[in-house]
Every structure is written in structure tokens, then in C-alpha cells.
């Protein structure tokens, strides 16, 4: 179940970039599960991937891809991650872009593999004999709902988000999907982005951008602790509107940023919304903390933490949890007399002990809402930081128990 999810139904295309969907029974038997993006000769592209020593084959190869040639298709699949696949797994990888370039008439380094879905399985070459050229015969602009759906694996619903503004007198567009629903946890998470604008950028502001946005989006959700071998976020700007960003310090830029970074924590923020089995979405906010990773520590221990992730599902205010979960961050030389606690506007710690104001009646009603925000302030500093997390469920159980079933 989604927590207070609203399905992205207008979607701007994106000049310079088509999609195609098709059937092409990867894993599944009918339904949507590969994706062809195709860019317009031009485009930058830039990646931020999976930390996991275990990265999948096609993880590996679009980062080999990525620094030699300009991408002119991202190849999709979902239902098989193609992780833990070994040598056998790597050449399949590679003989999916050489479908894709001969198909698309480009060379095998044009081509970005991107797979999703189970670990340690075969990927079904025939699948994307099959896929490949359907996806291309379906290409068009406004693909972006369907292909949406079509990168889905445990998500209840799709993913997406679109906006325009003007930007220097012409009109810039930022259109991006996501997928994921668990195994969710930075650096990254099971989660692919595809996020698209008409703005040109030169590559190495698009590289650190990149890198920027999905550490103020993908890389603070988390729904379960557990980072996946796939997870790759991809920024692509095709410079079809007009505009062009060389100076991140100009007014343009400025500007491309914020609706950058409006999609990207909407796509990541849907990720959690939909997170497998979530009936809560909760933003953990640290604050006076004396440097960030002290307050990503904290922000978390407190999130990964079982007991209050079950606690915020029962609707059970144990903020005991809470407090024993900040004091084990690792914090060093940590005065707790100075330690705040709030769940929304309600005081539950007050200088390191139980705040005289606070009652289980007021806890508990923030509690049973199904958004409410943790904040804790450490009074060690003027640093910030928040992340955004779910609660934990029978039905995550459930979900995961029953995946390869």
C-alpha cells in the first residue's frame, strides 16, 4: 500500500528523447518489462551508481560505457537484475547492447544496460531478441507513463514527474521516472532514476550535479537498510531547448537546479511513499549536529532501527526506541544533557531526559498519522540533515518472503 501516493499522470516530452515499451516475458508472462530510451545525438548523460562490491554485470559495463562514447540508448529490463551472474552473466550484459546497437544502428558503447528484479538467476537472452525491436517500433515522445511502469518489479505503482518554467525567456522542461520499492538504502538503493531535461549542460557540471542531487534525494531514503547490487540514477540533458549551462554560478543554472532538484526528490520521495509494505512515510531530521556524517549517523541509526520502525507501525509511541537508538549512533564525547526530541511539534526529551510536558496520549497521536517527521536536536553544532524512511510491516515480511514464489 502507498503511502498518500498520487500517480503522475502530466507528462511533458522531452525534446530529443523517445521511448519505447514492450513485452518481452524477461521474467514476466504479460506485462510490460523493457524499456528503450533513445537520445538525440548530442545529449550528455551523467550516472551516479551502486556502491556494492557485488554491482551488477550491466552496472559495470554503463560505467565502462559511459566514459567512452556519448550514449545514444539506455536498454532496460526488469523482472532479472543480472546480479551474482558471474562471467556468463557480464556476456549476456554485453551481448544485450550489441542486440541493442545493431538494432538501433549505433555502436555497442552508445548503448547503457540497466536490469532490475531477481538476483542470481540467467537473464533470458531470447527476452531481448524479442524486446528490443518491439521497443523500437513503439518509440515516441510521450512514452513516459508507460515506460513508468514498464521498469516496475515490487512497486505498486509507477513513479514519475514533469514540470516546465522559463528559463532565460525559453522554455525548459525536467521529466524523470523511478523505480523501487525495497532493498532501499544509500549508496544507492534498488532503485533506477531516469531524469531528462532540454537544457544543454556542459558534462562536467552535469557530472557533479548529478552526484549533488542524488545525495539530497536518492541517497537519503531508506526502507529497509539494504543496498542493492543495480541502483543507478542517470541525468540527461539533451540542449534541444535553447539553453545552455557552462557557468554553475550563472541565474540559468540556478534556476535548471531547482526544477533538477524538485524531480529528483519527488521520484526519490515516491521510492519510500511506495515502499514495500509501508503504511508510514517518516522524515528523520537531525539538526545541531557538529558535522554531516554525525548527523547521517544519527538521522540512520534511528531509521534502520527495527524496533522503531515496528514501534511508528503499531502506532505505539516507545519513544524509548528512539533515544536508545540515537545514544548507539556512535557519536563521540556526546553530552546528552543537551539532547532534544520532538515527533512533529511534540516534545518527548527535553535536555537528555523525558520532557515534564510530554504525555503517551499526544506521542501516540503523532504516531497513528501516516506522515509525521523525527526531529532530533543534538546541540553540538549548526549542521543539518534529514532523510526520509517507512515503518516496518507484516506485509514487508510477506513481500519478501514470497518474491521468487
Known amino acids: 500500500m502507498a503511502v498518500n501516493f498520487t500517480v503522475f499522470e502530466d507528462f511533458k516530452a522531452v525534446s530529443g528523447v523517445r521511448l519505447g515499451v514492450a513485452k518481452s516475458h524477461v521474467r514476466y508472462a504479460d506485462r510490460d518489462d523493457m524499456v528503450v530510451i533513445e537520445l538525440a545525438e548530442g545529449t550528455e548523460v551523467a550516472g551516479v551508481f551502486t556502491t556494492n562490491a557485488f554491482c551488477a554485470a550491466p552496472v559495470q559495463i554503463c560505467k565502462h560505457h559511459l566514459g567512452i562514447k556519448a550514449p545514444r540508448y539506455l536498454l532496460i ?70 515506460a513508468a511502469k514498464g521498469i516496475m518489479t515490487t512497486d505498486t505503482l509507477p513513479k514519475g514527474f514533469s514540470q516546465q518554467a522559463s528559463v532565460g525567456g525559453k522554455t525548459v522542461t525536467v521529466t524523470g ?6 532493498m532501499i538504502m544509500p549508496n544507492m538503493a534498488t532503485m533506477l532514476g531516469f531524469i531528462a531535461t532540454d537544457a544543454g549542460v556542459s558534462p ?35 540542449g534541444q531547448s ?33 515502499g514495500e509494505g509501508a503504511t508510514k512515510f517518516v522524515t528523520v531530521r537531525v539538526e545541531d549536529a ?68 510530554y504525555t503517551e496520549e499526544s506521542g501516540a497521536a503523532v504516531f497513528r498519522q501516516s506522515e509525521f517527521t523525527i526531529r532530533i ?18 506485509e514487508y515480511v510477506s513481500i519478501n518472503a514470497d518474491y521468487r514464489s
Open 77 to 146: 529490463n526488469t523482472g532479472n537484475a543480472n546480479a551474482g551472474t558471474g562471467k556468463s552473466g557480464y556476456a549476456n550484459a554485453v551481448k544485450s547492447c550489441e542486440l541493442m546497437a545493431a538494432a538501433g544502428q549505433c555502436t555497442a558503447a552508445e548503448v547503457l544496460p540497466f536490469s532490475t528484479g531477481v538476483i542470481g538467476e540467467p537473464l533470458n537472452m531470447p527476452a531481448f531478441e524479442r524486446g528490443i525491436p518491439a521497443a523500437l517500433d513503439d518509440l515516441n515522445a510521450d512514452n513516459w507513463a508507460r
Open 177 to 182: 521516472i523511478s523505480k523501487g520499492a525495497g
Open 204 to 238: 562536467d557540471i552535469l557530472q557533479t550535479w548529478c552526484r549533488e542531487l542524488a545525495d539530497c534525494s536518492f541517497n537519503r531514503i531508506t526502507i529497509d537498510g539494504d543496498t542493492s547490487t543495480n541502483d543507478s540514477c542517470m541525468l540527461m540533458a539533451t
Open 242 to 274: 535553447g539553453v545552455q549551462i557552462d557557468d554553475a554560478a550563472s541565474a540559468e543554472a540556478r534556476q535548471v537546479f531547482a526544477l533538477l532538484k524538485e524531480a529528483f526528490q519527488v521520484l526519490a520521495q515516491a521510492i519510500v511513499r511506495d
Open 290 to 357: 557538529a558535522a554531516q556524517k554525525e548527523a547521517l549517523d544519527v538521522a540512520y541509526t534511528v531509521a534502520h532501527s527495527p524496533l522503531v520502525k515496528t514501534a511508528m507501525f503499531a502506532s505505539d509511541a516507545n519513544w524509548g526506541r528512539i533515544l536508545a537508538a540515537v545514544g548507539r549512533s556512535g557519536v563521540e564525547n556526546f553530552d546528552l544533557d543537551k539532547v532534544q526530541i520532538y515527533l512533529d511539534d511534540v516534545q518527548i526529551v527535553e535536555d537528555g531526559g523525558r520532557c515534564d510536558s
Open 377 to 394: 536536536l543534538l546541540g553540538r553544532g549548526r549542521v543539518s540533515e534529514q532523510l526520509w524512511t517507512t515503518d516496518l510491516s507484516h
